[in-house]
């Protein structure tokens, strides 16, 4: 033993008794008072220099089967994994894709339902044989989600955090909800992390009233952080009243330089990052892309700046 051995008999212990020891705080809003284990998975999701981080979403298959460009994840996502903070998908695709010696952490798709073609107003085809037409005006089955993944399959797959949508004004919102708090229950038996995300549909409104009443009553009930849409008007109002960390949906498809732009306005009006999918995978150039967003989201690039990184990386990259 070190005490024993003749070599500390000169060396007087110090106890530090006149230093208190500190709780430093955490880097990440409204995270400070979580457990270790927690924290720990927070800090993987987001970088402790920024205080952000860039989710790469992948997940659209659950409900729309292999959309462009995830017709191959192994050929169109791997290659961006490197550049990314965390990796947002369904456990078929981390099971049968992810190789298991990332280091990225892992948001977990943890709700579903119905498919695309479930919420067609307007469906045609043949039913025995026949041609047949059926209207379904209304109908809005994509709010009818159930939870999709157990905490024990959660744990296996070694998840940071697990992604619920949460239909507010729907006709399912109470049971999208149901589910986010049964969610946060089970996880936090192990220190998981819980988002919540505002989920498209007719009842969602693109406003800020919409997104401030979204966001925070989903981390009143507790989840750690949260998924929203950026709008133009007012988004600093829907970051400054939620507690928890918001990161942005990309959304649809957008030119890159505007894709850029949303990304620099979100962040400069208080998200703590972006969860982008198809403004990456579905970029001209996919890798170039995802460094222009890095430079925006961790090292304060202008939209512009970003965009002419973008610009030059593509063109090295077709030369």
Not at 178 to 207: K, S
Not at 291 to 302: I, Y
Request: aromatic share 8%.
């Amino acid at each position: 033993m070190a005490d024993l051995d003749g070599n500390n008999e000169q060396k007087q212990k110090e106890y530090y008794t006149d230093t208190p020891q500190t709780a430093p705080n955490f880097f990440l809003k409204g995270s400070h008072q979580y457990d270790w284990g927690l924290q720990n998975r927070l800090a993987h999701i987001f970088n402790p220099e920024s205080g952000r981080t860039i989710m790469l979403a992948f997940d659209h298959g659950y409900f729309m089967g292999p959309t462009t460009g995830l017709e191959r994840v192994d050929q169109t996502i791997l290659p961006l994994e490197p550049y990314c903070d965390c990796l947002m998908l369904t456990r078929g695709i981390q099971r049968s894709i992810i190789p298991a010696s990332t280091q990225k952490a892992i948001a977990l798709r943890a709700s579903g339902g119905t498919s695309m073609v479930s919420t067609i107003d307007e469906w045609e085809g043949e039913i025995g044989g026949q041609p047949a037409k059926l209207a379904r005006p209304g109908y809005e089955p994509l709010s009818n989600e159930h939870l999709a993944v157990d905490i024990d399959e959660a744990i296996r797959l070694n998840a940071s955090v697990l992604a619920v949508q949460v239909f507010i004004g729907s006709q399912h919102e109470r049971q999208s909800l149901q589910n986010l708090t049964n969610l946060i229950d089970a996880a936090a038996r192990y220190g998981i992390a819980v988002m919540g995300v505002v989920a498209v549909g007719r009842a969602m409104e693109r406003t800020a009233k919409y997104f401030r009443m979204a966001t925070r009553l989903m981390a009143e009930l507790g989840c750690h952080m949260v998924k929203c849409y950026h709008i133009d008007d007012g988004f600093d109002t829907i970051t400054s009243c939620c507690p928890v960390p918001i990161v942005i949906a990309g959304g649809k498809k957008r030119p890159e330089k505007d894709a850029l732009q949303m990304a620099f306005d979100a962040c400069a009006q208080g998200a703590s990052g972006v969860d982008m999918g198809r403004n990456i995978f579905q970029a001209d150039a996919p890798v170039p892309m995802m460094k222009a967003v890095r430079g925006v989201v961790h090292e304060g690039m202008s939209a512009s700046d970003a965009f002419e990184l973008y610009e030059q990386l593509k063109s090295e990259e077709s030369s």
